[in-house]
């Protein structure tokens, strides 16, 4: 039974980092899958953050692009995110999801079968 | 404002039917697959339907889902009080490099 849970501070001061390690149990982040951060405004929809690959390439939201890393650490079995210059906006539950990600002639099914209970991060000084 | 679009609310009476929509373009829902997800408020979202109309072990067959060209449709038969939650599409929109998702729709069963 794959399990992920998120941890991190609740609390990020404005034009500060935001840091998220999302925990894995039951699979190994060295198999060939991507592990993917969403996120969840209160009261809004869901956003796609991004995804880091057990190679440690990565695909990132355009629009988050350049605040956003993800990486790996292989000797916990943990992948994590990194968002920079943070405001309010960026207020939101934070979930991490392992991706079933394959493709049928050209076209990719990528589909989040597992995710962590998700955890609030406010922006606030 | 999300690139897929679903409806913000549909509603319906128990026992009945309800079909939720989710439209896109040719860079996402025309050439790759369609998963949706089902969440109740303050919980994480679960796993519906991938690959436009797989259900994963333990979905009931209640729920089924279609795609057709840029458009894809997740129906619910036999609704029950409990199904009413926020209901989102997603797939990979192969122009941006990026997943995506709907903006969600309200389901209320009367």
């Known amino acids: 039974q794959v399990q992920l849970q998120e941890s991190g501070p609740g609390l990020v001061k404005p034009s500060g980092t935001l840091s998220l390690i999302c925990d894995v149990s039951?699979?190994?982040?060295?198999?060939?899958?991507?592990w993917s951060w969403v996120r969840q405004p209160p009261g809004k929809g869901l956003e796609w953050i991004g995804e880091?690959?057990?190679?440690?390439?990565?695909h990132y939201n355009p629009y988050l692009e350049s605040r956003v890393t993800m990486s790996l650490d292989w000797s916990k079995n943990q992948f994590s995110l990194n968002l920079s210059s943070v405001t309010a906006a960026d207020t939101a539950v934070y979930y991490c999801?392992?991706?079933?990600?394959?493709?049928?002639?050209?076209?990719?099914?990528?589909?989040?079968?597992?995710w962590g209970q998700g955890t609030l991060v406010t922006v606030s000084s | 404002q999300s690139v897929l679009t679903q409806p913000p609310s549909v509603s319906a009476a128990p026992g009945q039917k309800v079909t939720i929509s989710c439209s896109g373009s040719?860079?996402?829902?025309?050439?790759?697959?369609v998963s949706w997800y089902q969440q109740f408020p303050g919980t994480a979202p679960k796993l519906l339907i991938y690959e436009n109309q797989k259900r994963p072990s333990g979905i009931p067959d209640r729920f089924s889902g279609s795609k057709s060209g840029t458009s894809a449709t997740l129906a619910i038969t036999g609704l029950q009080t409990g199904d009413a939650a926020d209901y989102y599409c997603g797939t990979w929109d192969s122009s941006l490099s990026a997943g995506i998702f709907g903006g969600g729709t309200k389901l209320t069963v009367l």
């Open positions: 040719s860079s996402n829902i025309g050439n790759n697959y």
């Open positions: 880091v690959h057990h190679t440690a390439s990565a």
């Open positions: 999801a392992r991706v079933s990600s394959q493709y049928s002639g050209t076209s990719l099914s990528r589909a989040f079968f597992y």
């Open positions: 039951g699979d190994s982040i060295s198999s060939p899958i991507w």
